[in-house]
């Protein structure tokens, strides 16, 4: 059974960090690409990054470019989202994802198959 799982969410102060996890059950990351996605109330899911299961190639939004780091442990089946220098507006239910392809994208959610359940970061004083 495919299975992707979240941790790490939380409350944090504008400008702090968090790590997020996404441990994969059921495949491995030599064949799945894995995308970080987020949705805020009212707002349509929007791609953060993505890691390519051929090369570990890395892909971020305009948004979080320079502040967030993807990276991946294939022993450990995890993909990681480091998150620095948080804003208001990155609260959001932050979704891991896998797609069957070498090289990911984020900008068309129909390409992920399986998900996770998501978790909460919220950035608040």
């Known amino acids: ?9 939380g409350l944090v102060q504008p400008g702090g960090s ?10 491995t990351l030599d064949y799945y690409s894995i995308g970080w996605f987020r949705q805020a109330p009212g707002k349509e899911r929007e791609g953060v990054s993505c890691i390519s299961s051929n090369d570990g190639s890395t892909t ?7 502040r967030f780091t993807i990276s991946r442990d294939k022993a450990k089946n995890t993909v990681y989202l480091e998150m620095y220098f948080l804003k208001p ?7 891991c994802a896998a797609a069957r392809v ?19 970061v919220t950035v608040s004083s």
């Open 18 to 27: 968090l790590r997020l996890s996404c441990a994969v059950n059921g495949f």
């Open 1 to 9: 059974q495919l299975q992707l799982v979240e941790s790490g969410g």
């Open 60 to 66: 971020y939004a305009d948004s979080v470019k320079g």
């Open 102 to 120: 070498a090289f990911c994208g984020i900008a068309f959610r129909w390409q992920y198959d399986y998900w996770g359940q998501g978790t909460q």
């Open 89 to 95: 507006e990155d609260t959001a239910v932050y979704y």
